[in-house]
């Protein structure tokens, strides 16, 4: 069984930049890959990021290619998303999510198994971002 447990989230100001954290408990990440998500209200859950646990691939939503970086640190069992330039349009709650992954050569390529309609293993309980001047 594997905790997560979001952090980092907060109010901003449009331009500024925050750091959420993924923190887990319970079990190594080791296996699995790690995405996150977001939903406004009113709105659909997004998918925002994903990162493997076998080959460092990651993939970016569109709205966010070029202003938020996920990356991971394994020894802290911790994955992080810094987000900069943030935009009204970025308020949403955060969520991160695991999936088991085993690599491309079980299970080939990672990307459908962090879409957003794809099952995941466990969820984090969500952290508030708002962007507002």
């Known amino acids: 069984q594997v905790q997560l447990v979001e952090s980092g989230g907060g109010l901003v100001q449009p331009g500024g930049s925050l750091r959420l954290s993924c923190a887990a408990s319970?079990?190594?990440?080791?296996?699995?890959?790690i995405a996150w998500f977001r939903q406004a209200p009113g709105k659909e859950r997004e998918g925002v990021s994903c990162i493997s646990n076998t080959d460092g691939v990651t993939y970016y939503a569109n709205s966010v290619k070029g202003r938020f970086t996920i990356s991971r640190d394994n020894a802290k069992n911790t994955v992080y998303l810094q987000m900069n330039s943030l935009r009204p349009e970025d308020t949403a709650v955060y969520y991160c999510?695991?999936?088991?992954?085993?690599?491309?050569?079980?299970?080939?390529?990672?990307?459908?198994?962090?879409?957003?309609?794809?099952?995941?293993?466990?969820w984090g309980q969500g952290t508030q971002v708002t962007v507002s001047s």
């Open positions: 319970g079990s190594t990440l080791d296996d699995y890959a």
């Open positions: 999510a695991a999936v088991r992954f085993l690599g491309v050569n079980s299970q080939g390529p990672l990307g459908p198994y962090c879409s957003t309609y794809a099952p995941k293993d466990y």
